[in-house]
């Protein structure tokens, strides 16, 4: 009988110390896999591939700073790469960060039609791939984030008609040279198309006439400034306004109308709120720049490289053709800055120095 008893006793324990085991493993179970939601909360261990075409011009300096904070904010951590204008260089950093397992990349194409191959290689090995401020053509990019360019072209035509108003509405026919962006770069279409949409209708009724329409590659200024200063002296400086497709191109036609006394006389447009395309707004030797606020643009591209490393469904209501697919696009809005609200718009966002604008 006592035997009996010290059995069950002995029974007892075993069970109590099975049960007590297996609530210390379930409990360490549940405490890794809070860890981990909590580590994929914190969006760690995220390695974002970052391909940009160069560092040359300001605004993409704020491109690369305001990506990598933001990123870095998030836990994620940035695998930074400069293509420096060369396609071929851009593919081999791009392949590179295939080898190397990002889980997403986001990139600047340089030659829109040159990463078809590489992005189809980034899908085979299951890595989303994000077309940032600029359209990668005929490649599929998972989605496509922007500001509305064809928006920034109507701001840019706009504000250089509308300073010609008095002009244009008296009979005159104002002749209107056109200075577009980079050939490589599918913005610089959807930027001439935009402009087009204000210039085209004015054409038609015989208002205006395009006296001089060139791309500029690499949106290089001193291309711009060639183009521009062969115009005029080859017309005797007929010129009434520039549509120039970013402030670099507006700071090369500038230079131009500098040389012939018609500086500060010609509107000019221009993109990218750059500094010293601001200081010139002041001057009043150009007209207008189109702000996009490269902040919003930043944070927008990480909060989707995120979700998509974490295979996060992403809903949008617009899509971009990049010459093949349909691409889904998150396109934010510019703004168009003048004299008039500087002050409102780019140094109050915190984009320029006020100091630093009215130097």
Known sequence: MQKNKNFSIAVLFIIVAVLIV????????LNKKTDKDDNQNLSEDILIGFSITSLQEERWQKDKSEFIKYAEEQGAVVDLQVAQNDA???????ENMIVNGVDVIVIVPYKADALTDVIKKAHEAGIKVISYDRLAQKANSDIYVSFDNEKVGEFEAKYVIDSLSQKIDSGYKAKIAYVGGSPSDNNAFL?????????KPLIDLGKIEIVYDNFTPDWNSDKAYKGIKDYLVKSGNKIDGIVAANDGTAFGSISALKEVGLSGKVPVSGQDAELAALQRIVAGTQTVTVYKPIHELSKKAVELAI????GE????????????????SVLLSPTAVTKDNIDDTVIKDGYQKKEDVYR
Request: aromatic residues 10%; glycine residues 6%.
């Open 22 to 29: 297996a609530g210390l493993v379930f409990f360490y179970v």
């Open 88 to 94: 071929s260089k851009q593919i081999s950093q791009i």
């Open 191 to 199: 930027v001439k198309n935009g402009s087009m949409n204000i210039l």
């Open 307 to 310: 979700k998509l490393a974490k």
């Open 313 to 328: 469904e992403i809903e949008t209501t617009k899509t971009t053709n990049d010459g093949e697919f349909d691409v889904p």
